[in-house]
């Protein structure tokens, strides 16, 4: 009865579509929809836009397969669609320009390489993309791909900036421009896009950078950034290693393109691996799945008509993002360290004291060595104003704010926490050994409401001969016993730690893991780790908390190095973690809630301000600031 039950709900969904013939894949797709009792949904706005696509049913192909089209002199692309959306990959020599015209329905511009100038609202802006920087200690830039959402009537003239560019465009419905520009043949009227139920979820003539959306989850390890327009649907995934998405059928179209890393797409009871460049067309309710390797896999895909349950999924999680982070809420520059004096380098371990931030500004070469005579610890009025405290006499890392008005601080290359006043004055050494023996390098802290300090020493030091035995984590109690808490080395390196607001729970994250070129691994991997906290300060129960998204630089080397940095705990007890992807967010469960995109890779954060809810954040070279709901209690 439930097998025959979905068959009748595809058959309802053809119907639907006004599909007179029954394509060849009808009679198969209907035995594995039976044989694996596929569930799905239905809907009868599904138009026949007597459009057919340049792309077989199920079949993968890859973009350098299909014919070039030239569009003016140095415009090239490469053109696909299905019944209801066109995608155009186009690339622009130095200076190039595609023929003035105006939009039919809607088109989404996207910009992957270089930048463009283009008409928007009737004046011409610059778009831009910009590769993530490799992660290093001179090197911090996150991504920027710019994009723009026109409608019906809208004019369009681009043009490539001096180095050229490639982009993308979308359109729905199936644009009459690139069809004609392919020799299409006999076009159909275009359909009305007005009516179906998702609305768009960005403002026409706005320009927004892709980056900065939120994920939305589709299944546990896939994830999704999603645009809707009017009549189409993009969703740009990033799907984890060793997710799996089961066999499954919707009623929209489906086109695919896969960016990075690869997956083995499950069509019809066919198992294809499709890398970089490879496309294909999925018709509706044509069963599909997919399993991802080691490296994951970026995509896109674009839904004609637009996805109901995926507008939901988005709306879900920026309705849990907005709950920490205002609505319209940006990091905001306050400082770049490298166009103002004295000049910052590598900041680190911000603290809040008396109405003013204290950071570290650590220098470190291209090799990541690092130099007291050349480090400073820093000051800043809430204007952004800034001047070193203590300069060319130590390489201080983490830093909290004392009770009675003072500071703890790590002085990392001199294997010491030491409490200082905010003149910059060392007042006492709070500890420096553990078994007798200095400790190698004290990294990030925090204090308990008892006034005991846990911190983390990841060894991260120049010194070739260390003291203890392998990276861990401590606790200094009140009466100045120092403990150790892990095991040497049970993390490649722990590194940001902190409390839940209760005290009860220790979270510890750590940065890297499975790099090829740091001598330690560990199977903590790209995940917080959380623990039990006893009375007299130890820790147990070890549990993985939360899962770090990781960067596709780095799963193209199959790292799990999240580059996992400091961390935040606010009065609810959301989690915000410095990580390459920006500031990631977490609820006290554990369940992510966003990322905060920063121009520059996070290091560290605090809160402060006169409400305690601002939150600032280092960058290398710069500090930022972004308002939250909540911050510090």
């Not at 520009?181 to 359909?191: R, W």
Request: glycine share 10%.
């Amino acid at each position: 009865m439930k097998k025959t039950f979905w068959a009748l709900g595809l058959l309802l969904v053809i119907s639907a579509c006004k599909t007179d013939k029954k394509p060849a894949w009808a009679d198969l797709n209907e035995n594995i929809i039976a044989e694996y009792e596929v569930k799905g949904r239905t809907r009868t706005d599904v138009p026949d836009t007597g459009i057919h696509s340049n792309l077989e049913d199920a079949k993968v192909t890859n973009l350098k397969d299909l014919k070039t089209v030239s569009l003016a002199d140095g415009v090239n692309a490469k053109v696909y669609w299905g019944m209801g959306a066109l995608m155009a990959v186009v690339e622009l020599e130095a200076g190039a320009s595609m023929p003035e015209r105006v939009i039919e329905g809607e088109r989404f511009l996207f910009v992957r390489e270089g930048e463009i100038e283009e008409l928007v609202n009737g004046e011409k802006r610059t778009l831009i993309a910009r590769q993530r920087e490799e992660q290093g200690p001179l090197t911090s830039a996150a991504p920027v791909h710019e994009f723009v959402y026109l409608q019906d009537g809208a004019p369009t003239a681009i043009k490539a900036g001096p180095n050229g560019a490639k982009i993308l465009e979308i359109f729905s419905p199936v644009s009459t421009f690139y069809l004609d520009a392919v020799g299409y043949g006999s076009i159909p009227d275009p359909i009305s896009i007005e009516g179906f139920p998702v609305k768009p979820n960005v403002e026409p003539g706005v320009v927004l950078n892709l980056d900065e959306l939120q994920y939305a989850e589709l299944v546990p390890g896939a994830n999704s950034r999603i645009i809707s327009g009017k009549g189409v649907q993009m969703s740009f995934l990033r799907m984890n290693p060793n997710t799996t998405f089961a066999r499954h059928i919707h009623p929209e179209e489906q086109t695919m393109l896969a960016f990075n890393g690869w997956i083995d797409e499950i069509i019809l009871d066919d198992v294809v691996r499709m890398k970089e460049g490879d496309i294909v067309n999925l018709p509706p309710n044509l069963v599909h799945g997919g399993d991802l390797g080691p490296y994951g896999c970026d995509a896109m895909d674009v839904f004609f008509p637009p996805r109901t349950d995926y507008d939901a999924n988005s709306k879900v999680r920026l309705d849990g993002y907005h709950k920490i982070v205002p609505m319209g809420a940006k990091a905001k520059l306050l400082i770049n360290g490298s166009e103002s004096e004295p000049t910052l380098v590598f900041t680190e371990g911000p603290a809040w004291q008396n109405g003013k931030l204290y950071f570290s500004n650590m220098y470190f070469d291209e090799n990541f060595n690092g130099d007291p005579k050349k480090s400073s610890l820093v000051e800043m009025d809430p204007n952004g104003a800034y001047r070193n405290i203590v300069q060319n006499k130590m390489q201080t890392n983490g830093i909290i704010p004392l009770e009675d008005g003072t500071l703890a601080v790590c002085d990392m290359f001199g294997h010491r926490i030491l409490k200082m006043d905010t003149k910059g004055n060392i007042l006492k050494v709070l500890a420096d050994k553990y078994d007798g023996k200095p400790l190698d390098g004290p990294n990030d802290l925090v204090m308990d409401s008892k006034g005991g300090i846990y911190f983390t020493d990841p060894q991260f030091t120049g010194d070739a001969v260390k003291s203890q035995p392998g990276r861990s984590a401590y606790y200094l109690s009140p009466n100045g016993e120092v403990k150790r808490l892990l095991e040497p080395n049970s993390y490649a390196m722990p590194n940001g730690i902190a409390l839940s607001p209760d005290g009860k729970t220790l979270y510890i994250n750590n940065t890297f893991d499975d790099r090829e070129s740091w001598d330690v691994n560990s199977d903590k991997e790209n995940f917080i780790w959380a623990y039990d906290v006893a009375e007299d300060g130890t820790i147990s129960n070890e549990r993985k908390f939360a899962e770090l998204y990781l960067t596709r630089g780095i799963l193209d080397k199959l790292e799990k190095s999240s580059g996992a940095d400091g961390m935040k705990v606010d009065a609810e007890g959301n989690l915000y973690v410095a990580t390459y992807a920006g500031v990631q967010l977490f609820n006290d469960k554990g369940e992510f809630h966003g990322i905060i995109y920063v121009p520059d890779y996070p290091v560290n954060l605090t809160f402060g301000g006169a409400d305690m809810k601002t939150l600032y954040i280092t960058t290398h070279d710069k500090i930022y600031s972004i308002p939250t709901k909540i911050g510090k209690s």
